[in-house]
Each structure stands twice: as C-alpha cells, then as structure tokens.
C-alpha cells in the first residue's frame, strides 16, 4: 500500500500540489487525471524522486520513504515516461537488463531470465536483439515497461500513456494495463483522456487546471 | 624529375616518425582531457565553467604557432623548461583539447534530459549513467567532428618544425634548399595526403560500425 500524506509542491509562488491525501492499495490503479499544467506530471516525478516536495510524506506499508533517496536499492516507483526514453544505443535487451546488471548486481543468469520473462509477459521476445529505432510506438512503450519492471517496483507509474501512440491503439493500452493489474501489479496512470482513465482506474484522482 | 622525388622520399619519410609519434600522443593527450573539460562546460559548477571557457577562448583564439612559440621560448623565462618535442606536445595536447571540450560539450548537451531521468529512475549513479548513457551517444553524434579535428591535427603536426624538429616538413624544406627545387615538397604533400587518406578511411569504418543504432 502506497500512502500520500500532506503532500505539498510548489513552483515559485505557484502551489501545484496542495496538501495531498492519496492512499493506492495494492494490485489497484489509480488514474490521475486534469488538464496540462494541473500538476500531475509533477505529483508522477516527485514519486519518482525527479522532484523533491516541500512538505508532507510517503509511506509505502506504512513505512515512510524519500524518493529522491538514490542510495535505497529497493525502488518504489517504476516509471514509463511519456516519449519512453528507451536507451537508443542499447538493444531492447540490454535495455531492459542494463539497471538490474548495474544497480542491483544480479549476475548474468538472474537477469537474463527476468529479461526473458518479462520479453515473454509483454510479447517482446522475438525482438530483445533489436534496437529502438526498429520498433514501434506500442513496442517501446512495451519495452519501457520492461525496463521499469526489471527494477521489481512496488508500483508503476506512466506519464500519458496514450499521447505518443496512435489513437488506435489506445484500447491496446487499456488491456495491457489492466493484464498487469491481473497479475497484482499495482499502476498510478497520468492522463488527460477521462475516457480512458474511467476505463483502467479504481480510483480517479482529478486534477484541477490552472 | 621523378628519379629525384624517389630518390628524396627515404628522407621525407624518416620524418614521419615524428610527425606520427607527436600525432598519436596528442590524440592519447587531448581526448580525455577534452570530455573532462567537456563534462565542466555542461555542468552548473559556475566557477570551473568560467575558467574553462576563458582556456579554451584563449586556446581557439590565437594560432597555435604562437602558442608552440610561448611554450617552447616563452616558458623558460618563468623557469619552466621543456625539451623541443615535450614543448610540441604540451601545446599540441592543450590546443586540441579545447576543441575537442567545445565539439564533446556540444555532444553532451544533444542527449536529451529524458535520458538522464530514465537512467535516474533506474537508479544508475552519474558516473553509471555517463559510462554507459552519455559517452555511447556522445561518441556517435560527435564522431564527424573529432574525425575533422584528426585530420587537421595531421597537418597541423607540421607547424613544429618551427621548433627546429626533424618532422616531414623540416626535411622537405632543408631538401629544397639543398637542392633548390620544389620537388621535395610535392613528396611533403604526397605522405600527408596518404595520413590523411589513412585516418579518412579509418573514421569512414567506424562511423559504419556506429551505424547500428538511430
């Protein structure tokens, strides 16, 4: 269970989180939603530690916890960026193994499972040799995903899942958000489509615009 | 004519000894010193930016045989005394790192923030994330220029014979004054243009390696 409490954020004099209760049980989604500007892009990256907040806590189980602490092995929030920012220069595979090798020093067997494992949960296995740039959009939001959860987050978080993808495959997004959700992956899901955030979230957050 | 030029050419080409030694060490020198300057350049470390940029606006602002000058004949003065070719090396290596700082700080700030915050959500450390994010890329994106400058840097090698070193152009030209004829110098412009053709082609093969990602 992720838990927010009191959160507060602000740019300059402009208050972009205002005290902020927010509780995610786990193995549930929650859709943050509102228009550009509203501040939830920024409530994604101050979970990601991109940001530091200027009150309030985290607490993952209870536990409070600062994201922005880059010496904790264990990482809380995965992240799927907007334009995915895949590594052009490493293969689909050592994308996905590149933290788990570095930063968890797993050895080459443990990895490469995981790596597989994952390729074959996300229907990547045929392309771990490719390179980003031979890969579609669903592709690389799909290998993004990997690479996040290679990491063993405790939650996955997306900015705008939607926006850099054909309007067509937004149903594809769907599913594959609500197949991780079968498998008890918990989900926080950035979005300005209500539709779409109606349709995945157990809980909607609103965001109101500026 | 040409029984000349074949005659001439065993000389011209014992030059190249040094020419290539003071090529190689230049190259060993700068590049690193080059993407350390590059990396302050692109950071907010106000104070070392600033010194940075005056060296290398000193560096790419007067001719380098002005500075060859300085080194060798000037820095004595103060006490500071190098033999003829440590002098060339040390104003080889300080000129042609500043480029190379300028061409790796262009590279550097290219990579988009995106990537330092995928590799910081991954939790890869800066040096993790300069190691195996950053250089990749940087070396890719940058390659067209450093080849440029490793070119120039063949024929600039021919400025120390101002420093009274026997590279290929000192002999070609105590050639021609020996023998009062410009022939060793078309020998001169023949071996530069085999190094040059040499480094042409190489940089060619690793841009091609290169090519596997977009």
Redesign the interface.
């Known amino acids: 269970m992720l838990e927010l409490k009191q959160v507060s954020k602000s740019f300059g004099a402009k208050k972009v989180i205002d005290q902020l209760d927010l509780t995610i049980e786990d193995g549930s989604i929650l859709a943050v939603v509102g228009p550009s500007g509203g501040g939830k892009t920024t409530l994604l990256r101050t979970l ?3 940001e530091t907040i200027d009150s309030g806590s985290f607490l993952l189980d209870g536990k409070a916890f600062d994201p922005t602490d ?1 010496k904790e ?1 264990e ?1 809380v ?3 799927v ?1 907007q ?1 995915f ?5 490493l293969s689909v595979s050592e994308n996905i193994t ?2 788990p090798k ?2 968890l020093k797993q050895d080459k067997a443990a990895y490469t499972a995981k790596a597989e494992q994952l390729a074959e949960k996300l229907g990547l296995s045929d392309l771990l040799a490719q ?3 031979q890969l579609s959009g669903g592709q690389r939001q799909r290998v993004a995903i990997a ?2 959860m290679a ?1 063993n987050p405790k939650v996955l978080a997306y900015d705008e899942p939607t926006s850099a993808l054909d309007p067509g495959l937004r149903q594809q997004v769907e599913q594959l958000i609500l197949d991780l959700k079968k498998e008890g992956v918990t989900q926080i899901v950035v979005t300005h489509d209500l539709v779409f955030a109606e349709n995945i979230g157990d809980q909607l957050l609103k965001v109101a615009g500026e | 004519m040409f029984e000349y030029l074949v005659n001439v050419m065993p000389q011209l080409i014992s030059g190249t000894g040094i020419t290539v030694k003071l090529f190689a060490l230049t190259l060993i020198g700068s590049i690193p010193l080059g993407i350390l300057f590059a990396f302050v350049l692109a950071s907010r470390l106000r104070i070392l930016k600033l010194i940075v940029q005056v060296y290398v606006w000193l560096m790419r602002g007067t001719p380098l045989l002005l500075q060859l000058i300085f080194v060798f004949y000037g820095l004595p003065i103060l006490g500071i005394v190098f033999d003829r070719f440590e002098a060339a090396l040390i104003a080889f290596i300080i000129n042609y790192a500043a480029y190379f700082a300028e061409i790796f700080r262009g590279g550097i700030q290219s990579i ?1 923030a ?2 330092y ?2 590799a ?6 800066p040096i ?1 994330t300069i190691q ?2 950053i250089i ?2 940087v070396v ?1 994106i940058t390659l067209p220029s450093v080849g440029n400058e490793v070119i120039n840097l063949v024929k600039d090698t021919s400025l120390v014979y101002i420093l009274g070193l026997s590279d290929v152009m000192r002999i070609g030209k105590i050639a021609m004054e020996r023998d009062s004829t410009l022939l060793p110098l078309v020998g001169v412009g023949l071996i530069y243009l085999v190094m040059t053709g040499v480094f042409t082609l190489l940089l060619k093969q690793i841009e091609t390696k290169l090519d ?3």
């Open positions: 990601a530690g991109l880059t092995q990482q929030v995965g992240v960026f334009d920012q895949l590594f052009p220069h590149l933290a570095m930063v390179y980003p740039f690479r996040a990491m | 988009p995106g990537q915050e995928a910081k959500v991954l939790r890869l450390s993790q195996k994010i990749p890329q890719k596997y990602y977009r």
